[in-house]
């Protein structure tokens, strides 16, 4: 399938340039909206590598930039040793299985998983695999609850004091009450996913359900009255209201909920993972920060920008969601 270049809107600029159209205007639109925010990187890397070399701490030199990248890449040859030595690990097991049932016809091969270590790109697909799953819990939750809380004043009356009042509470004050929970109800021999992941994914649910809760009842309260008169002449029952007026009408500050509570549900994460020890960029940086090598900051560092990536993009993707399924196109890439 071919895509035009022109339809990808960062390029149009540069493709209109190319042809020759109101260059002097493309070329100022690029520099704003490209050559500015370079500048702004490059004056933060510079001041960034001064304040590294004036900084010493117990492992050494507070990394800089140069640091940082010299251990992203040692970070990924580690993830592609890990893998190489997996290939190898099922490679023997194979060979030594098929000689066995060469040498024996009514033996059963036995395939046993590898267990070397977790990398670093491991780690992220679990931290993105959790977060997501405490963000969809949350979202099944707070969508619903907000739209019902959002059509009758009476229950936004009853619910908001609750809802203010756990709204500001820290994943660290979670942590604690839902690790006892989990063990409590969860009790098994052979767990299907380890207690440590549950226990993130409820404290990631817990913390960021709340966003979505508020922003979905204020958009299904505030739907124009219109609407509301629309509904009431054709006589349309609670749940055809809801799926053909509140819902639609109320989309934009469900994504803004959904997207608040993403954000959230990122920050909480990391530091469920550390507390939780489940496997994760916030166990990857609390085990580097008990590790105490010369190495350490720098990979810190790595894992820092990786989340800040990650969350950035997280917005991004979400953005675009909203987008493509909202009425209103008025949202943002800010």
């Given at each position: 399938?071919?895509?035009?270049?022109?339809?990808?809107?960062?390029l149009?600029?540069?493709?209109?340039?190319?042809?020759?159209?109101?260059?002097?205007?493309?070329?100022?639109?690029?520099?704003?909206?490209?050559?500015?925010?370079?500048?702004?990187?490059?004056?933060?890397?510079?001041?960034?590598s001064?304040?590294?070399?004036?900084?010493?701490?117990?492992l050494?030199?507070?990394?800089?930039?140069?640091?940082?990248?010299?251990?992203?890449?040692?970070?990924?040859?580690?993830?592609?040793?890990?893998?190489?030595?997996?290939?190898?690990f099922?490679?023997?097991?194979?060979?030594?299985?098929?000689?066995?049932?060469?040498?024996?016809?009514?033996?059963?091969?036995?395939?046993?998983?590898?267990?070397?270590?977790?990398?670093?790109?491991?780690?992220?697909?679990?931290?993105?695999?959790?977060?997501?799953?405490?963000?969809?819990?949350?979202?099944?939750?707070?969508?619903?609850?907000?739209?019902?809380?959002?059509?009758?004043?009476?229950?936004?009356?009853?619910?908001?004091?609750?809802?203010?009042?756990?709204?500001?509470?820290?994943?660290?004050?979670?942590?604690?009450?839902?690790?006892?929970?989990?063990?409590?109800?969860?009790?098994?021999?052979?767990?299907?996913?380890?207690?440590?992941?549950?226990?993130?994914?409820?404290t990631v649910?817990?913390?960021?359900?709340?966003?979505?809760?508020?922003?979905?009842?204020?958009?299904?309260?505030?739907?124009?009255?219109?609407?509301?008169?629309?509904?009431?002449?054709?006589?349309?029952?609670?749940?055809?209201?809801?799926?053909?007026?509140a819902?639609?009408?109320?989309?934009?500050?469900?994504?803004?909920?959904?997207?608040?509570?993403?954000?959230?549900?990122?920050?909480?994460?990391?530091?469920?993972e550390m507390?939780?020890?489940?496997?994760?960029?916030?166990k990857?940086?609390?085990?580097?920060?008990?590790?105490?090598?010369?190495?350490?900051?720098?990979?810190?560092?790595?894992?820092?920008?990786?989340?800040?990536?990650?969350?950035?993009?997280?917005?991004?993707?979400?953005?675009?969601?909203?987008?493509?399924?909202?009425?209103?196109?008025?949202?943002?890439?800010?």
């Amino acid at each position: 399938m071919n895509i035009a270049l022109s339809n990808i809107a960062w390029l149009e600029p540069f493709v209109k340039v190319a042809k020759g159209e109101n260059v002097a205007q493309n070329v100022q639109l690029i520099t704003k909206t490209i050559g500015i925010p370079l500048v702004g990187i490059l004056v933060f890397l510079m001041l960034w590598s001064a304040a590294a070399n004036s900084i010493d701490t117990s492992l050494g030199k507070f990394p800089g930039p140069a640091q940082v990248l010299e251990q992203s890449k040692n970070l990924l040859a580690e993830h592609f040793a890990e893998r190489e030595r997996a290939e190898a690990f099922y490679e023997r097991q194979e060979e030594r299985n098929a000689q066995r049932v060469k040498d024996d016809p009514t033996y059963v091969p036995k395939i046993r998983d590898y267990t070397g270590k977790n990398t670093y790109i491991d780690q992220i697909g679990t931290s993105l695999v959790t977060v997501l799953s405490g963000f969809l819990l949350a979202s099944i939750l707070a969508i619903p609850l907000g739209i019902v809380i959002g059509l009758s004043a009476n229950l936004h009356a009853a619910f908001n004091p609750v809802i203010q009042i756990f709204k500001p509470v820290s994943p660290l004050a979670w942590l604690p009450l839902v690790t006892m929970v989990v063990s409590a109800l969860y009790v098994t021999d052979d767990p299907v996913v380890p207690k440590s992941f549950i226990t993130s994914v409820v404290t990631v649910m817990l913390c960021c359900l709340w966003p979505t809760v508020i922003n979905t009842a204020f958009g299904v309260a505030t739907i124009p009255k219109d609407l509301v008169n629309v509904s009431q002449v054709l006589r349309l029952n609670w749940i055809t209201h809801v799926r053909k007026i509140a819902i639609p009408a109320s989309i934009p500050m469900v994504f803004t909920g959904l997207r608040l509570s993403l954000s959230i549900a990122w920050m909480v994460l990391i530091a469920a993972e550390m507390l939780a020890q489940n496997p994760g960029l916030g166990k990857f940086v609390w085990d580097e920060f008990q590790n105490g090598s010369s190495d350490s900051l720098g990979r810190i560092m790595v894992a820092i920008i990786t989340i800040g990536l990650i969350g950035f993009f997280l917005d991004r993707v979400m953005l675009r969601i909203q987008r493509s399924v909202s009425w209103d196109k008025s949202a943002t890439l800010r």
